[in-house]
């Protein structure tokens, strides 16, 4: 069975302080990795990685892919109380032009 | 302004009441679909489309219909809506199926 698993399912960090968040897949053929931030609404995407080791990276927010290992990390740095959100992975994987999975997501809480 | 569009954003119905939650992109995306989320258990999708005339059921379709006679729009038809459907819908598009998806604002249905 396809899917996506997260870990962990919630985390509470102070300001300033850096996250790792975890995103592991087991799909068939795979093509890509997204990330997506959620907070009380709809998602917003972050990144797409579809190779390994390129280090994606926008502001304070990064994110790199492991194909080997299959999976991927979303990193945090200098936490402010805006990142406070659900973080949701999802795969594409599949046939001629792939299907979306998500994971259940993260729930991050930074406090002041 | 480039946008996914849902309406409505909040319903509230009877068992048994036929609805449709209309959803509009302004992006020319060919790929459009449809997901419910549920505490603990992620996003779902539940119908896709990957361009005018063509519909696929997605991961929890049962109790559902879609349509898409025009590019930019998809409605979501719930023939006769039971309580187990009552969650937050959300649609979305993208340019291809499995590219980064822009999501609509989101419908919260409760039916009772």
């Known amino acids: 069975e396809d899917k996506v698993v997260q870990s962990p399912l919630s985390l509470v960090v102070h300001e300033g302080d850096t996250v790792t968040l975890n995103c592991s897949y087991e799909?068939?053929?795979?093509?890509?990795l997204l990330w997506y931030k959620q907070e009380k609404k709809a998602p917003t995407f972050l990144f797409m990685l579809?190779?390994?080791?390129i280090e994606k990276k926008s502001g304070r927010l990064s994110s790199i892919l492991d194909k080997k290992e299959l999976f991927s990390i979303l990193n945090i740095t200098a936490t402010q109380t805006g990142d406070s959100a659900v973080y949701l992975c999802?795969?594409?994987?599949?046939?001629?032009?792939?299907?979306?999975?998500f994971g259940k997501g993260t729930k991050l809480s930074v406090k002041p | 302004e480039a946008q996914v569009t849902q309406n409505p954003r909040y319903l509230i119905t009877v068992t048994g009441k036929k609805l449709t939650v209309t959803c509009s992109q302004n992006?020319?995306?060919?790929?459009m679909s449809w997901y419910r989320q549920d505490p603990g258990l992620g996003l779902r999708q539940i119908y896709y489309?990957?361009?005018?005339?063509?519909?696929d059921k997605g991961d929890v379709p049962e109790g559902y219909k879609v349509s898409r006679k025009e590019k930019r729009n998809f409605p979501l038809i719930l023939e006769s809506p039971s309580p187990n459907q009552t969650s937050l819908y959300f649609c979305?598009?993208?340019?291809?199926?499995?590219?980064?998806?822009?999501f609509g604002p989101g419908t919260r249905l409760t039916v009772t």
């Open positions: 979305a598009s993208s340019f291809a199926r499995g590219n980064e998806q822009y």
């Open positions: 799909v068939t053929n795979f093509r890509s």
């Open positions: 992006m020319n995306h060919e790929y």
């Open positions: 489309s990957m361009n005018v005339e063509v519909t």
């Open positions: 999802a795969s594409n994987y599949g046939g001629s032009q792939g299907n979306l999975i």
């Open positions: 579809t190779s390994s080791g």
